[in-house]
T-cell receptor
């Protein structure tokens, strides 16, 4: 399978815990994006990497959120001190060029109790 | 800031009926336009896209969309829907957000239910 993969697919955690999600993009894609999707909404942009550089962050990305992409390959998204409002589907996408088609992974569904 | 508006939250059709899902966007510059589909239990998949050229674009599974620049619209159409088209459909716009970056903005989605 050469698509975008995400791990884990589901995560249940208690409020206040830290969680980390992983995304593996399509291998030749050097652009990587994180989105958040809540019920009844379309995906909302969180952040974007070109290779290992994080070039843009949405104001949705509070200081409890941090994303990395070491070596320009896989990426991790960490949420510290989770809150119930963080419950959502976290989507990763990758593309070859910045304005090109983005291909999405299956997402990680986070539930904060 | 760019925005995308999808007119219908939930559409219910019988098989063989024709489909048109509305999408309007707000953005002053050049945009790339997309329709993504999410089948039950599956991830977002690209249905079709418009970058330039012929404003009538054809996608997978018999879907097409027409870009009307003067109306800032990119409506999705299919002449005859099937039960397997039951899914959620998202319109998205990729416009230049400044500072050398593009940002993909999605509408809220339209849930399509096709009754056999």
């Amino acid at each position: 399978d050469t698509g975008v993969s995400q791990d884990p697919r589901h995560k249940i955690t208690k409020r206040g815990q830290n969680v980390t999600f992983r995304c593996d993009p399509i291998s030749e894609h050097n652009r990587l994006y994180w989105y958040r999707q809540t019920l009844g909404q379309g995906p909302e942009f969180l952040t974007y990497f070109q290779n290992e550089a994080q070039l843009e962050k949405s104001r949705l990305l509070s200081d409890r959120f941090s994303a990395e992409r070491p070596k320009g390959s896989f990426s991790t998204l960490e949420i510290q001190r989770t809150e119930q409002g963080d419950s959502a589907m976290y989507l990763c996408a990758s593309s070859l060029e910045i304005s090109d088609t983005q291909y999405f992974g299956p997402g990680t569904r986070l539930t904060v109790l | 800031a760019q925005s995308v508006s999808q007119h219908n939250h939930h559409v219910i059709l019988s098989e063989a009926a024709s489909l048109e899902l509305g999408c309007n966007y707000s953005y002053g510059g050049t945009v790339n336009l997309f329709w993504y589909v999410q089948y039950p239990g599956q991830h977002l998949q690209l249905l079709l896209k418009y970058f330039s050229g012929d404003p009538l674009v054809k996608g997978i599974k018999g879907f097409e969309a027409e870009f009307i620049k003067s109306k800032f619209s990119f409506n999705l159409r299919k002449p005859s829907v099937q039960w397997s088209d039951t899914a959620e459909y998202f319109c998205a716009v990729n416009g230049y957000s400044g500072a050398g970056s593009y940002q993909l903005t999605f509408g809220k989605g339209t849930k399509l239910s096709v009754i056999p």
